[in-house]
């Protein structure tokens, strides 16, 4: 009896966290593979490229994160809080379970949260990390997010609040123009963001560039200057980022 308790003991369940990548299903790191061959089971989000999928064994249990929470319901972080215990459950169940998230696990990918959660359930984790979207926009725009003297900062925002609204909890006056802004979820809000850098007193002449659907092969980019913005901000499809700052400047303007 005591033996079948240490023996069961002895067995480590681990949960890695795992960056895919944005679209490109080649931007995955090594490591992130080599855990996802042995995976057992796979909570993976909408944004990932589901061919990634193909590196995990036949009998690997696949859930969509998205599926365990409704990212449409007003009260997302109760229905993240379900993904939470989800996490825990399998990882009771299983010996190694993958969280794959899109992009790279810490920027935007409630991670916080997740982490939190297992460590309050005493389960071992591991975080691998990935390309994030704003690395990829940038090299396939061919340009540096930062430049000595021009853009010496880069920032990473939320953009899914109306930067316009009073309840908007970025201050805009507070980002430097000596940087490089890079806005993600901020398809709704491109016209918004524009109008308030603007009225913080940005150059109406900035350039900007958007790019939807970083590392699939129908990416897209569109490039502007903040004055016009919204001309084309209306055909925008998501998943898209945003860039402003004078680096733009060095983008090839064709593709
Ligand atoms: C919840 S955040 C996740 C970010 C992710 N962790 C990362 O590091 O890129 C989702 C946002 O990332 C951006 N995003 C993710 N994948 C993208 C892609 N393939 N193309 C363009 N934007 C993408 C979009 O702004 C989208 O609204």
């Given at each position: 009896m005591n033996l079948l308790k240490n023996s069961k003991k002895s067995i480590k369940h681990k949960v890695y966290i795992i960056g895919a990548g944005?679209?490109?299903?080649?931007?995955?790191t090594l490591k992130g593979i080599n855990v996802l061959k042995k995976a057992e089971c796979v909570i993976y989000?909408?944004?990932?490229?589901?061919?990634?999928?193909?590196?995990?064994?036949?009998t690997t249990e696949l859930i969509n994160a998205d599926k365990a929470r409704?990212?449409?319901?007003?009260n997302f972080t109760k229905e993240q809080d379900k993904l939470n215990d989800l996490i825990v459950q399998k990882a009771k169940e299983y010996r190694t379970v993958v969280r794959l998230k899109n992009?790279?696990?810490?920027?935007?990918?409630r991670l916080n949260e997740e982490i939190q959660s297992l460590i309050k359930n005493k389960i071992d984790f591991e975080i691998i990390p990935g390309v994030t979207t704003a690395s990829s926009a940038a090299s396939f725009l061919k340009i540096g997010l930062t430049k000595t003297k021009v853009a010496p900062i880069v920032s990473f925002i939320a953009?899914?609040?109306?930067?316009?609204?009073?309840?908007?909890?970025?201050?805009?006056?507070?980002?430097?123009?000596k940087s490089t802004l890079v806005f993600y979820m901020a398809v709704e809000n491109l016209n918004n963001i524009a109008e308030k850098l603007i009225g913080e007193?940005?150059?109406?002449?900035?350039p900007f560039a958007i790019v939807e659907?970083?590392?699939?092969?129908?990416e897209k980019k569109h490039i502007g200057k903040l004055k016009n913005i919204k001309k084309i901000s209306n055909g925008i499809k998501p998943p898209a980022v945003l860039l402003i700052g004078d680096v733009i400047n060095y983008a090839i303007k064709k593709k």
């Open positions: 944005p679209g490109d299903t080649e931007l995955i989000d909408y944004l990932v490229n589901k061919d990634i999928l193909e590196y995990v064994p036949i409704n990212r449409y319901l007003d992009g790279d696990p810490t920027i935007f990918g953009g899914h609040e109306n930067p316009l609204s009073k309840n908007s909890i970025i201050d805009f006056s507070k980002l430097s123009q007193g940005w150059e109406k002449d900035t659907s970083v590392g699939f092969n129908y």
